[in-house]
């Protein structure tokens, strides 16, 4: 029996953010898990299956998260000041909430809600197609993602950017510096907005998400107005987050290559297989954490009861003995058993929303402006990318167009 060998691992260093795929490879030539004393001390899976064992096995490895709890921490290292709810419980009591959210975020779902998300994609651009520039962060990606998200939830569109811009400082901010705790207070004066609303479905229900979720019930229970706002904390954060940075990860890509740029724009067929190399290559949710709830031996190494472990999605998603060539983009690569949505049963909600969302803003874009060229001296990548892979702006110019349909940006 070994012990994990220390490694000065800290995935919200701007180290880290330059050099991820560096630390991830040596973190697993140093063994399926190693042991970082950063944030009171955790380890670290890299490899992919480790990562996906972790992730499956919710019985040793919990998700919970009890606020002022020393043990049950939650989904991120070091733990947030907020509980999210589904995805920082478990089993039994993690089910129900999942299936009663999985009929509104299914296949099915995605696609009914596909011409809503075209428009959004199409407004955002329309908005700026005629200046002949356009910020691919600040004017489409942030934008489209929190509109639909907005709308689904039954959010009002006009408070996008209000409710946006904390969620995207949290994330690129270092956990308990004084930028992080002012994003948080914002974020959390706009879930105190999220309750406002919640109060007014239960007095006038509509068409949206709110709605249904206060008129449900779990275990014959009807769900509290504060259960509501947590399910709504993290369904904002999710679908405000990870779909915009990854669309400003792609248009840079695809800005920098070309030539991978004209084989989609000469067969978008090939559109949907890129968007799962994508997902692979720039993993946009890079790491979650689970707490170890009984002593257990994983990979040689013996964790203990309240031992902290983060599971690198990121570093799974350039494993050698998983994927070929783990570092470069093959935007036909298949098979891509990637996990950049997780695995197991408390695998991404909203995948189902993020592919069809993708698929939607990188056509208009590669329809309308293919000539695009980005203004490289002035993008800003995410300084610490710990939880979301991001960018703060990635400006562009382009041969202005025409405005091609009436729906505008609140």
């Not at 290292?77 to 709810?85: D, H, Q, S, T």
């Not at 934008?143 to 907005?150: D, E, G, H, K, Y």
Request: glycine share 6%; proline share 8%; net charge negative.
């Amino acid at each position: 029996m070994t012990t994990a060998p220390r490694f000065d691992y800290d995935h919200h260093s701007v180290d880290y953010a330059d050099h991820a795929e560096d630390i991830h490879h040596a973190a697993r030539r140093a063994g399926p898990l190693v042991h970082s004393g950063n944030y009171g001390g955790f380890y670290v899976a890299t490899d992919y299956d480790t990562v996906v064992t972790i992730a499956r096995d919710d019985a040793s490895f919990s998700s919970r998260h009890i606020l002022d709890d020393p043990v049950y921490q939650g989904i991120t290292v070091p733990p947030a000041p907020m509980v999210f709810l589904p995805i920082e419980s478990d089993p039994p009591e993690f089910v129900p909430y999942r299936k009663l959210l999985n009929p509104y975020f299914s296949p099915s779902a995605a696609r009914r809600l596909k011409d809503t998300i075209d428009q959004w994609s199409t407004a955002a651009l329309d908005s700026v197609i005629a200046t002949g520039s356009i910020d691919f962060v600040r004017d489409y990606g942030n934008a489209v993602s929190a509109l639909f998200t907005c709308e689904l939830l039954g959010l009002p569109p006009a408070e996008w950017r209000e409710l946006a811009e904390p969620i995207h400082e949290r994330a690129y901010t270092v956990p308990r510096a004084p930028a992080n705790d002012r994003a948080i207070a914002r974020f959390q004066a706009c879930v105190d907005r999220v309750r406002l609303i919640i109060a007014e479905r239960r007095e006038k229900p509509a068409d949206d998400l709110i709605s249904v979720l206060v008129r449900s019930d779990i275990d014959g229970v009807p769900v509290s107005d504060e259960v509501v706002a947590n399910v709504c904390r993290g369904l904002i954060s999710g679908g405000f987050g990870t779909t915009a940075s990854l669309v400003a990860n792609i248009l840079w890509y695809l800005g920098e290559h070309p030539e991978d740029r004209q084989r989609l724009i000469d067969d978008p067929g090939l559109l949907p297989g890129a968007i799962e190399e994508f997902l692979r290559y720039f993993t946009p949710s890079q790491a979650l954490a689970r707490t170890v709830t009984r002593d257990v031996d994983l990979g040689s190494c013996p964790l203990r009861r309240s031992d902290r472990v983060l599971m690198s999605w990121a570093g799974a998603n350039r494993d050698p003995r998983q994927f070929e060539s783990p570092d470069e983009v093959i935007i036909d690569r298949f098979p891509n058993r990637h996990v950049a949505f997780g695995t197991g049963l408390h695998r991404c909600i909203g995948s189902n929303f993020a592919r069809v969302e993708l698929s939607s803003m990188v056509s208009e874009v590669l329809r309308r402006i293919p000539d695009y060229a980005l203004a490289t001296g002035q993008a800003r990548k995410y300084p610490s990318i710990g939880v979301i892979n991001g960018w703060i702006s990635l400006p562009a110019t382009f041969t202005a167009g025409p405005v091609v349909q009436n729906r505008r940006l609140p």
